[in-house]
């Protein structure tokens, strides 16, 4: 349990590390509002930022103050259990604002898209946002303590060469679905200045879509894009993007939602190139149908699924460096591996696979493939697991099969074979019902290279 100790205790320090902050700069407003004259105190509640287009020619959007929501900065974010050294969880990687999947307009500023004026936010509130228009970004640019909501509700933007909304700034950002809704970027995005916005959705900082409506994706390059975390809890998505669908640095949290998926590259990718502890993705439910080119879901680190429904079609279904299942229900089509465990992270000290729960079919294209493959351990504890393919299991640390079922091409085993080094695995292997390392020296000696 070590691994998932460390990784609650990398989560705690990122978010502890931002408390520091956002105290220090409160300490420095309210210095600055001490030595106001009491004739400045008197402030107009709106305030107003300015949207432009092209041309320069401007449109005035008011912005409203913060929601007061989530004041005590992440309070209820993260809330991991360091004394039992428990995984990821809903109820501790998710706000009660993420969860929430209809937003309050009584206060919201409304705004009608116009092609070719884009709009930018400044300050926070909730913004219902309504339209279809070409050529138009929502640029929030707000300050680095503000919550800003856009609910999209039966929106259509498409732009030739840049975000349809683009997170420049922000505490956090939420974008809310209502009615059906549709971003499409039609040709090669144009950076903006050193920054590669690369996403039909792209963001800087935290965040979260939700909702109870629809959002269709299109894109030259990624559908949705975050360089910070990424929370998806409500909506349904239909993402086709000539790279990667979801893409994010730090997390992708997934608490539910509906997702069909065609990406050139992974349907999710979370990676950070600065901090391989990061970028882990959680699943805790939601129903997915993915065909993509690479990998289905993809994380330097961690891969955690709770539950969810998964219909995968890829080189890779499952990556990571720490993959641990505990539910769900999968059918996994893979062109290499169906789940595999490759040392990405060093965070972890061994590669590892672990299934506690659930229900996997993973079916593996002829050749050089592996069903579940691992450069590290095996564990299972639970669920079902049937693969069906030359080589159906394949490790180079130690296996235990400690519960639930497996079955290899059709037939139920008591321990779990190991290809490595061989022809196709047999019904031998590393470790039978209670652990132990059985092994079969015909698996392990024979004729198929180990891949890398």
Same mark, same amino acid.
């Given at each position: 349990m070590k691994d998932f100790k460390d990784m609650n205790e990398i989560i705690k320090a990122e978010n502890d590390k931002k408390k520091i902050i956002r105290i220090y700069i409160a300490a420095l407003l309210a210095v600055q509002l001490l030595a106001m004259p009491l004739t400045g105190c008197a402030m107009a509640a709106d305030s107003t930022s300015t949207a432009t287009d092209a041309s320069g020619t401007s449109?005035? &959007?008011?912005?409203?103050?913060?929601?007061? =929501? =989530? !004041?005590?900065? =992440?309070?209820?974010? &993260?809330?991991?259990?360091?004394?039992? $050294?428990?995984s990821l969880s809903l109820d501790n990687i998710f706000t009660e604002r993420d969860l929430q999947q209809t937003a309050d307009l009584s206060e919201a500023k409304e705004i009608a898209l116009t092609s070719g004026k884009n709009v930018t936010i400044s300050k926070a509130g909730v913004y219902h946002v309504t339209g279809s228009a070409e050529n138009v970004t929502i640029i929030v640019d707000a300050g680095d303590e503000d919550k800003v909501q856009i609910v999209l509700d039966g929106v259509s933007i498409t732009n030739s060469d840049v975000p349809c909304i683009?997170?420049?700034?922000?505490?956090?950002?939420f974008v809310t679905l209502t009615g059906s809704n549709s971003l499409s970027v039609t040709g090669k995005f144009t950076a903006d200045g050193d920054t590669n916005t690369d996403g039909v959705i792209f963001s800087k900082d935290d965040l979260t879509l939700n909702g109870t409506g629809s959002l269709t994706v299109n894109s030259t390059d990624n559908g949705i894009v975050g360089k910070d975390d990424l929370k998806i809890t409500g909506g349904a998505y239909s993402i086709t993007a000539s790279s990667k669908a979801i893409e994010a640095n730090d997390s992708i949290r997934i608490a539910d939602g509906s997702f069909t998926v065609k990406a050139g590259t992974d349907g999710l990718h979370a990676e950070n190139e600065d901090d391989d502890s990061l970028g882990y993705i959680y699943i805790g439910g939601g129903t997915f149908s993915m065909n993509v080119g690479d990998d289905g879901i993809h994380a330097v680190s961690l891969v955690q699924i709770?539950? $969810?429904? /998964?219909? *995968?079609s890829a080189a890779e279904c499952v990556e990571g460096t720490y993959i641990r299942i505990n539910g769900g229900t999968f059918d996994l089509s893979g062109r290499d591996d169906g789940i595999n465990a490759a040392k990405k992270s060093g965070a972890y000290a061994t590669p590892t696979v672990e299934i506690n729960g659930g229900t996997l079919n993973i079916t593996m294209s002829a050749g050089d493939t592996d069903g579940i493959d691992s450069n590290g351990d095996i564990i299972v504890n639970g669920g079902t697991i049937s693969v069906t393919g030359n @080589?159906? /299991?394949?490790?180079? $640390?130690?296996?235990? /099969?400690? $519960? #639930? !079922? *497996?079955?290899?091409? #059709?037939?139920? &085993?008591? @321990? *779990?074979?190991?290809q490595m080094m061989g022809g196709r695995g047999g019904m031998g292997g590393n470790g039978g019902m209670n652990g132990g390392n059985g092994g079969n020296m015909g698996d392990r000696m024979g004729g198929r290279g180990r891949r890398g």
């Open positions: 449109a005035s &959007v008011v912005a409203m103050a913060d929601d007061g =929501e =989530e !004041t005590n900065a =992440e309070t209820s974010v &993260v809330k991991t259990s360091q004394s039992s $050294g428990d683009y997170v420049k700034n922000a505490d956090k950002v709770d539950g $969810g429904r /998964f219909t *995968i @080589s159906t /299991f394949d490790y180079d $640390g130690a296996a235990q /099969f400690n $519960g #639930g !079922t *497996i079955y290899c091409n #059709g037939q139920q &085993v008591t @321990s *779990i074979p190991n």
